[in-house]
């Protein structure tokens, strides 16, 4: 489990450096690539998605599998195009 929380650990904290490398260099982008987190449908997608992987990875493999379901529907989530729309 230790493994597993450390691995999901560094995947965001590759995330969190690649926004602020991405906000350095032009301001506010930071801002629209986390924006998903206000849209309705971003944020219902990756919950049926961590719900669903949960299930499946908890009855596959036990509770760990959960942390990288979280992780999965938090992705599924920032590739949600905005009100549906695909830019």
């Not at 971003?42 to 596959?60: D, I, Q, R």
């Not at 959960?66 to 009100?83: I, M, N, Q, R, S």
């Amino acid at each position: 489990m230790a493994t597993t929380v450390l691995a999901i650990a560094i995947v965001l904290a590759a995330l969190v450096i690649r926004t602020a490398v991405a906000e350095l260099r032009v301001p506010g982008s930071g801002r629209r690539q986390w924006s998903f987190l206000s849209d309705r449908r971003a944020l219902a997608t990756g919950a049926v998605t961590a719900v669903v992987l949960g299930w499946v990875g908890w009855v596959a493999s036990g509770p760990a599998a959960t942390a990288w379901a979280v992780l999965a529907g938090l992705l599924t989530a920032a590739v949600v195009p905005p009100d549906g729309r695909d830019d």
